[in-house]
């Protein structure tokens, strides 16, 4: 099997990642990582385009020096609560002589699962196919190559607002580069962080970003639900700047090297020196004094997930809780979850050297999930690449490219057929 090449942009509040990663026969090898911080991004909202653009190019400058690159292609991963999940049916007969399913009767079923009446200011963003039925044989996962006459899918349509999914095509489109997929987060992470078997019997998933978290939960082997809370890193970053009177940059510090969640096993012992607005000299404080202001707010988050699973309709999780995202790299918060919610708990951290960090497991998902479900689908989705040179300009044709097909794969982009419309 070929090596093929692909690039992930995941734009988060508190900064956007970048991922360059090779597959080959399976395995996943990462190339080169960018990551700069995120300025015009809100509660997992875009609010100021310009900033966020220049958010996008420090990151993929980073992670094209890493390569020697220029990065041409990205796999965009979509997030908020403005996303529904709608049950949907489509059926199509099998369009070849020798009656063997192949890509484009997949492609098919699926373009007829869509037909569905939905609101013009929401858009389709893809449908995740739950089983196929081949005559009257179900529970299949990949049709392909099978023979049958009669092709049927059941699956869950992805929606979003046009305006919020705009938006995220028009600051790629502005930062020069191309959208070869869009993927819905909660898969992205569903991809890394949980095992086939805990989506089969029921897991959720909590992605605790810096000012958002994510519920994703998976049950039957597809994703059931998926719901963004406004609450994360930031707001503790917020409390203890307020609660010590530092500034914002200082108190990201101090909860970054000496924050700790769980105030029962804080360190007494361990004196922080702070810098105080308004005074010139130092202070300090105890790991305890700042647990006792990070605690109370963590207790919040959880409070508001166990509220917002019993009124999506869950009440356990037989696989229990999975925690990821940038703040759960905060001591103590594995301990608190414990503490809190109904199950067991544990953390995913991808398996990758460089990304070995929850902040990075939504960057390797889209990756993952692209690679899987847009080959069954007959849709090549690797990145296309120039070599750097002083005058190559972003936007050229790529002097490489891993996947090939290119004119093919521009006439059959999904990105372009969707949304169109948005940059008339």
Known sequence: MSSETYVSLDIGTSSVRVIIAELTNGSMNILGVGNAPSKGVRKGVIVDIDETVQSIRCAID?????????????VVGVNGSHVELTPC????????????????????????????????????????????????????????????????VEGT?????????HNLLRCVERAGLEVADICLQSLATGAVAVSKDEKRLGVCVLD?????????????GTLQATMVLPVGGDHITNDLAIGLRMTTEEAERVKCQHGHAFIDEAAREEIVTIEQVGDDEKQTVTQLELARVIEPRLEELFELVAKELVRLGFKHFPSGFVLTGGTVSLPGVLELAKDMLNGTVRTAIPN??????????????LIQFSHKYMHMKGREVAAAFAQ??????????????????????KNESKVKKMFKSLFE
């Open 89 to 152: 049916h489509g059926v199509v007969a099998v369009s070849s002589s020798d009656r063997e399913i192949g890509h484009e009767d997949v492609q098919r079923v699926l373009e007829a699962a869509q037909v569905l009446s939905i609101p013009p200011e929401r858009e389709i963003i893809d449908v995740l196919p739950k089983q196929f039925i081949v005559d009257g044989l179900d529970e299949i996962t990949d049709p392909r190559g099978m023979i049958g006459v009669r092709l049927e």
């Open 352 to 365: 990758y050297i460089g990304v070995r960090e929850p902040t990075y497991t939504v960057s390797i998902g």
């Open 62 to 74: 980073e992670a094209e020096r890493m390569v020697g690159v220029k990065i041409q292609q990205v």
């Open 388 to 409: 750097v040179t002083e005058d190559t300009p972003r936007g050229t044709t790529a002097s490489k490219q891993p996947s090939g097909k290119q004119a093919q794969q």
């Open 157 to 165: 349509m992805v929606t979003g607002s046009k305006t919020v999914l």
């Open 208 to 220: 605790i970003g810096g000012g958002s978290t994510t519920i994703s939960v998976f049950e039957q």
